[in-house]
């Protein structure tokens, strides 16, 4: 008899379990307190039973929008928002019901990079009265935590949160400084995603595929493979190393003296160098995420490859916009400020970058960095910068001056070269007297100092060392300083009118 009740109850217990069903579940970046792109239809999506119906409204709609979860459970619904306001809710419903508060509609950017794209607020120039004033409950930030990936996964950790004092201070400050100026001049909310890991190169952050179908590109992967098939050999003589630095850390303590350095974490699985590690971990989880475009600070890692970059950078920013099929979604980007240890040609691949990727803008920032600083603190003109690119060419401001003189073309007048540029604005200025950091070369010679002055809308170069010229170059070097501007204020890029094999020519 006990026996017979005992088999009854397993059974009982075996078809309950059989009718439990899987919960709706959202991905990280669908919440609330989010910002939805405004005036669009954008993906809502998560995971569910296989066949499972799933209901979705915005607290703005007099209908539901529905669907069901494929055989592999997920589903995901075209969410069409209203102009921009809020806050509203959002219903999603199947076997469980969630209510997302606090939802905005507004513009939506992602902010990615590396350390400059990373450094926080509360570090900018003037970072604790910037944190004690960012009281703007209309932007939204959320930051993807770190994470490297051998597949592109399918969701992350982060939580969106209104900003404040209390949020903002481990926020990107370029991404603060920027949304805050957006916020500002259109008086809509904004959402900004930072996705940002210090010391990466762009590689980390393309899918693999665009590595591995590329000749170019594929000794990035070769050279990571190479590291994975010695890994463990590798990691046996990490921990050696670790262990002969913790006698010596002891020892320092003892003896009242700095610590040694700690031993660099071994190139291979896991690193956040890998190739499409960030990508996998940190951008995938985030499409098809609808957002109106992104802001980039990187290059720094990617500088002793700075001619390998020419093409790299521009192949990853196709990436992301194939892969988030939002078409040529804005992409702007910071140029690398003066810095000792930064070749002048990564700013060059940079503008090269450019003038090659439609839907782009580049930021100089030629006279508000550190030449003994790879992190310049004033990151608030930096984002006031990117912003200016946005409210012109995404937002349609007109009459804003939003770029320094950019070179555009030159021609040969006797022993003189002039300079013609793009972005004069209302027109060419030297701050702090003439003109600095050009210099003239005859064909195959030697580059040499050069004077230049500014005659109208150009710039006239010349050398009395050089009585047939052939080449220019600004600021052609690492920690250059260079002073040629617009009246508006913005800076000129570095640029060069040869194309003579530089120091990273044919480095893959």
Request: aromatic share 12%; proline share 8%.
């Amino acid at each position: 008899m006990k026996t017979r009740l005992l088999l009854s109850f397993v059974l009982i217990i075996l078809c309950a379990g059989s009718l439990v069903v899987a919960e709706v579940r959202l991905p990280a970046v669908i919440g609330s307190h989010m910002v939805l792109q405004r005036d669009t239809h954008v993906p809502v999506w998560g995971w569910a039973d296989p066949g499972q119906k799933v209901t979705v409204r915005g607290q703005w709609q007099w209908f539901d929008t529905v669907a069901w979860a494929d055989k592999h459970g997920r589903w995901s619904v075209q969410l069409p928002t209203p102009r921009a306001g809020g806050p509203y809710t959002i219903t999603i419903e199947g076997p469980n019901r969630i209510v997302l508060e606090d939802v905005l509609i507004g513009e939506v950017w992602v902010c990615s990079g590396q350390s400059n794209m990373e450094w926080p607020t509360s570090a900018a120039a003037n970072g604790q009265e910037e944190v004690a004033a960012a009281d703007y409950p209309n932007i939204r930030l959320f930051n993807v935590t770190k994470k490297v990936a051998d597949e592109p996964m399918d969701d992350c950790r982060g939580a969106w949160t209104p900003c404040s004092p209390q949020s903002v201070g481990g926020f990107t400050a370029v991404g603060y400084f920027f949304g805050r100026e957006l916020h500002k001049e259109l008086n809509i909310p904004i959402g900004l995603i930072e996705s940002a890991w210090g010391g990466t190169p762009s590689e980390a952050w393309t899918r693999r595929e665009i590595l591995e179908s590329d000749e170019e590109f594929r000794p990035i992967v070769d050279r990571y493979n190479q590291a994975c098939a010695r890994f463990d050999e590798v990691m046996a003589e990490y921990r050696k190393r670790v262990e002969e630095w913790k006698k010596a850390a002891e020892q320092a303590d003892a003896e009242g003296k700095p610590r040694p350095g700690y031993p660099g974490t071994p190139y291979g699985p896991g690193h956040p160098h890998a190739p499409a590690g960030l990508y996998n971990g940190m951008i995938a989880p985030l499409i098809p995420f609808a957002i109106q475009g992104s802001i980039w600070y990187q290059g720094e890692s990617n500088a002793g490859r700075a001619y390998q970059y020419r093409r790299l950078f521009p192949a990853m920013i196709e990436n992301w916009r194939q892969d988030w099929g939002r078409g040529d979604f804005p992409f702007y980007f910071v140029q690398i400020a003066p810095y000792q240890g930064q070749t002048p040609e990564i700013r060059e691949a940079q503008l090269i970058a450019y003038r090659t990727t439609p839907n782009t803008g580049i930021v100089v920032t030629m006279d508000i960095g550190n030449p003994t600083d790879i992190h310049p603190r004033n990151k608030q003109d930096v984002g006031k910068r990117l912003a200016l690119w946005a409210l012109a060419k995404t937002y349609g401001r007109e009459g804003l001056v939003y770029s320094g003189p950019l070179y555009k073309h030159y021609q040969v007048e006797g022993d003189k070269v002039r300079i013609f540029f793009d972005f004069v604005g209302s027109g060419l200025a030297a701050r702090g007297g003439d003109l600095t950091h050009f210099q003239i070369a005859p064909k195959d010679g030697d580059f040499v100092p050069a004077q230049a002055r500014i005659d109208g809308d150009t710039v006239i170069v010349w050398s009395d060392q050089v009585k047939e010229p052939a080449a220019v170059r600004y600021g052609w070097e690492n920690a250059a300083e260079p002073n040629l501007l617009n009246k508006e204020g913005l800076p000129a890029s570095p640029f060069r009118t040869d194309d003579r094999p530089g120091e990273t020519f044919g480095r893959f």
